[in-house]
């Protein structure tokens, strides 16, 4: 990378905890449900565990409910149980649009945890990838819709899909993707992401409050993805 100045951590609104600072057991809840992908198959959500998303859902809000042994609610205990609830309607009313298995994308070697954090730049410009620890073969396609939702998140929980279409046309170019194969990730990353609790079961079950920031955009991101579905999809695809 030559002399000079230390190249500084990338910046984003939406940051991820690098893998080598999480707790072992939080890693490996992340590989089990996909989120991020350590192996090739497909997440949980999608390998028929229909049930797991309405017991995480009991079981994260027993956690920030009250209870003589637990100290006072705070406004974060409250927003979690306004989005858990929120989010088991959600699946409720969308279940009928989860992905068929072996639905999957085309699969390709990936990064596997592609983020702000892991991207090194001198200045302006990129000058390293880092933390190839998940490197492995997954759906190629998965991992850059996975990445543009935490690039181009805002802090209210909407993307910046002028950013996103600019930077899906350009992986398009670069490695040959067409619009189905786009439109298949986005659809696996959504439902995915409608079936993700990793931050909370951080808090409620590890102790760990390092991705508290990140909870209020990541959770309203899942709504407002499926309210404007095909914008998302557009944005991707065209």
Known sequence: MGRGAPPERGRADHRAVPPARRPARARAHRADTGHGGRTASAPAALRGRRRRPRADLRDHRRAAGPGPLRPPRTSFDELAEHRLLERRALLERQAHRRPAPGAEPAAGWVHGDFHPLNVLYRGTEPTAIVDWDRLGVQPRAEEA??????????????????????YAGAYRSAC?????????????????????????????????????????????LAVWWTREYRAVRDAFTR
């Open 145 to 166: 819709v996975r990445a543009a939702a935490i690039f181009f998140v805002r802090p209210c929980g909407t993307l910046d899909l002028a950013k996103v279409a600019a």
């Open 176 to 220: 040959g993707a067409g619009a189905d194969e786009l439109a298949a990730a986005v659809h696996r990353v959504w439902w995915e992401r409608l079936n993700d609790f990793w931050m909370l079961a951080w808090r409620y079950q590890l102790g760990d409050r390092r991705t508290d920031p990140q909870f209020p955009a990541a959770a309203a």
